[in-house]
């Protein structure tokens, strides 16, 4: 039981780092192509850019955390 306890922490953390470095660059690219067509907006564009992604790697730093506390606990 102990292999399968430590795939499931591996196929955490696999998964959450990839839907968030797959959302990451989702969200970047719109961001990019939104200022490159209205630059005016580059500021307001920026900072919620910012703040997603932010968001984004939390929610990957909480998988990992509860992964780390998965691991532990085995």
Do not use: H, Y
């Not at 795939?7 to 990451?24: D, I, P, T, Y």
């Amino acid at each position: 039981m102990n292999g399968l306890a430590f795939l499931g922490v591996a196929l955490a953390v696999c998964f959450a780092a990839f839907g968030s470095a797959l959302g990451q660059g989702i969200a970047s690219k719109s961001a990019m192509e939104g200022i490159a067509r209205q630059p005016e907006a580059s500021g307001d564009i920026r900072t919620t850019l910012i703040l997603a992604l932010a968001f984004m790697e939390a929610l990957t730093l909480f998988s990992f955390v509860i992964a780390i506390l998965l691991w532990v606990k085995i």
